[in-house]
């Protein structure tokens, strides 16, 4: 039988075994998995037990648990493919150069993502965006997503007044980037399967979806349409929250209306600070050149308390975005005082008495190890006087946090191989690695990439759900470029079929 993509093999034949915290007595042998109803049945040497039904010969590949990515804007990430890509614009006026000969969008935009101008040596300013753009309204979005620069088209046409640089930074940022994002369902679910098709060719079989919008119809509507690709865990915002509480949302519940379970009520989504790279996450030290500048909390901590007493009440858990260290502690603070349960998502900077408190709070740290790679010379320029620790990997895990890994997408691809490497190695394109004892094990940085994360990593074994993929190279053994380059060849998402080379 040949099989293809949506089909359910009984048998994955002549595979090796990888993940962590194994307790089969397999080591590298080559086995047979054996599957029904979505589950893993019986695990034997291969060729050991009979091979009833469709079988899937991995010929000695290797068989991981299933990759989750714990932190992805959808929607955003799926109209990246639109988008002009901006990562390679060296300065304002090439970035600008670059969105003047883009051609519009249907709707007679242009957008661009991507640009980082932290380190530019002139700064953007909308003379020079007007100048390469003219009257079409352009929209350029940062890597971060904390700011966007606009021509004055672009302006007048969302209601801002024009200024000398044409620079919206968090809430206004925001609202751009929900405009650009509100494209007909008929233009976004496409280019969603898409995105999630990609995903499966990468190993993964599930997500965290943290688009800024009321998530659950959308979930609905594209599992209605035939959406079977992933698993997804969508967040609620906070001027959502009213309404989830309303409707009796909790979290790990079906969406409603959905034709299947594919899609669960995640955690309530708080953003609490800015970013890196705009100098707005929230720092115990001044930023360089501007000693007033702490960054700025943009949630106090009695509303952060209050938003997380009701979603707890409700049976929500929480997603903190906090990349700052004074953020980090406020949300830290907000969990004892709560009893909430989640997540902070990011904790790129963290005060060496706080990295033990995760792991004694019980919080989990959804971190995205790509962006130590990508922020590296910011860091040590932009963070270099603070005292707290940047990207502190192997410190929370040393002290017992649970790590999940995910991407931020489309601040970095969503490619869960990429993340890993980064965790292990710490460095890409060539490059020395950055603060390689913050660097994490093999073992560690793949469970983190599944849905348990490190502290709870999915593992391969009878009963368990066959959330699968089969890749070219051991995970633990593989260097870095094969971590990086990692070929998978099938993915299977409760036993079927979503990807197969």
């Not at 079988?55 to 639109?82: E, F, K, M, S």
Request: with cysteine; charged share 20%; proline share 6%.
């Amino acid at each position: 039988m040949t099989l293809q993509r949506g089909d359910r093999p009984d048998v994955l034949a002549n595979v090796r075994l990888s993940g962590a915290e194994r307790t089969d007595p397999f080591l590298d042998e080559p086995v047979d998995v054996h599957l029904a109803d979505g589950f893993v049945v019986d695990i034997a040497p291969a060729g050991a037990l009979a091979r009833h039904g469709a079988v899937l010969d991995a010929r000695g590949a290797w068989l991981i648990p299933g990759l989750w990515d714990h932190h992805v804007h959808v929607v955003q990430w799926a109209l990246a493919a639109q988008r002009e890509p901006l990562g390679g614009a060296t300065s304002a006026a090439h970035a600008a150069a670059i969105m003047g000969a883009a051609a519009p969008l249907p709707d007679g935009r242009r957008v661009g993502t991507g640009f980082r101008d932290a380190l530019w040596s002139e700064p953007p300013t909308l003379e020079t965006l007007d100048a390469a753009t003219g009257e079409v309204p352009t929209y350029l979005i940062n890597a971060d997503v904390h700011s966007v620069w606009l021509n004055t088209a672009a302006l007048r046409r969302e209601g801002f007044e024009p200024d000398g640089t044409g620079i919206l930074r968090e809430d206004p940022a925001f609202e751009i980037s929900r405009r650009l994002n509100a494209v007909p369902a008929q233009v976004a679910d496409p280019l969603v399967e898409r995105m999630a098709r990609d995903a499966a060719a990468r190993g993964v079989v599930g997500l965290v979806d943290l688009d800024m919008a009321w998530n659950e119809e959308a979930w609905a509507r594209r599992i209605g349409r035939g959406f079977d690709t992933l698993r997804v865990e969508f967040g609620i915002y906070p001027e959502f929250l009213d309404r989830a509480v309303a409707e009796g949302l909790q979290t790990g519940d079906a969406a409603r209306g959905a034709a299947s379970d594919l899609a669960r009520v995640g955690p309530l989504k708080v953003i609490t600070d800015g970013s890196l790279g705009t100098r707005t996450a929230a720092t115990s030290h001044a930023y360089p050149g501007d000693p007033h500048n702490h960054g700025m909390l943009t949630v106090d901590s009695a509303t952060l308390v209050d938003l997380m007493t009701r979603a707890t009440g409700a049976g929500i858990a929480s997603a903190i975005h906090a990349i700052g260290d004074v953020a980090n502690s406020a949300a830290l603070d907000a969990f004892a005082a709560t009893g909430a349960w989640g997540t902070i998502e990011h904790a790129q900077l963290v005060a060496h008495a706080d990295i033990p408190r995760f792991a004694r709070l019980g919080v989990g740290v959804s971190v995205q190890p790509e962006h130590a790679i990508d922020d590296r010379d910011l860091t040590d320029t932009i963070w270099a006087e603070q005292t707290a620790q940047p990207y502190p990997l192997r410190s929370l895990d040393d002290s017992g946090a649970n790590l999940l890994f995910g991407s931020d997408a489309p601040v970095s691809p969503l490619d869960p191989w990429a993340a890993m490497a980064a965790a292990v190695f710490r460095t890409r394109d060539g490059r020395e690695p950055w603060q390689a004892a913050q660097s994490v094990r093999a073992e560690v940085a793949l469970g983190a990439s599944t849905h348990g994360g490190s502290a709870a990593p999915a593992r391969i074994e009878p009963g368990a759900r066959a959330d699968l993929a089969v890749c070219a190279h051991d995970p633990l053994a593989a260097d870095h470029e094969q971590l990086r380059g990692m070929s998978v060849t099938a993915t299977l998402l409760g036993g079927r079929l979503t990807h197969l080379a």
